[in-house]
């Protein structure tokens, strides 16, 4: 879609978080920047520290005009594969949005089937698309906030230091402690751990 028709449209950026941890749900944002306030320093929030991405996404709830998240439980993530959990939650993301979108921009190379608008796939288009790195920030925060409180129901796995990613101290608890009910027994080393237990 051409800049120009994009910019008469009500555009979403939509974005997930969390397809690589072994532990924890997946989390997507759809946000609405409010084209008469700028938000500066907006980035993938990969990129970002964690202060400078608390600092954003206050910023990018109070001036938007319409944000929301949406997620897949673990459970969705072993039922449909990692891939359709994310688009899942994607759509979940932009369907909960308080405003009506004629547009999503959807970072990465698939657009989640279902949504009520247009949308178009943006390969990198958290670090290029102001409201994609804006979905980005929030899904983030939002997700690393959960792992950090399921760290104190599940202690030991040091969820909040490397929430939930596949870790050498991450394994190594695993191994040690066993699967708990927030893993993700479809993926490789914990499946392997109740193969072998």
Known sequence: MCERKRAQLLCAGVD???RGPLAGPVVAAAVVLNPGCTIPGLADSKKLTPKHRE???RAIREH???WALGRAEVEEIDRLNILQAS????RRAVQAL???VQHALIDGNRCPSGLPCSAEAI???DASVPSISAASILAKVARDREMEA???QYPGYDFARHKGYPTRAHIEALATLGVTAIH???FRPVRRLLENS
């Open 16 to 18: 997930e978080v969390g």
């Open 55 to 57: 600092t954003l996404d």
């Open 64 to 66: 938007a005009l319409g």
């Open 87 to 90: 688009l899942l939650a994607m």
């Open 98 to 100: 308080p405003v009506v």
């Open 123 to 125: 390969v990198g288009g």
């Open 150 to 152: 399921l760290d104190a």
């Open 184 to 186: 993700r027994r479809s």
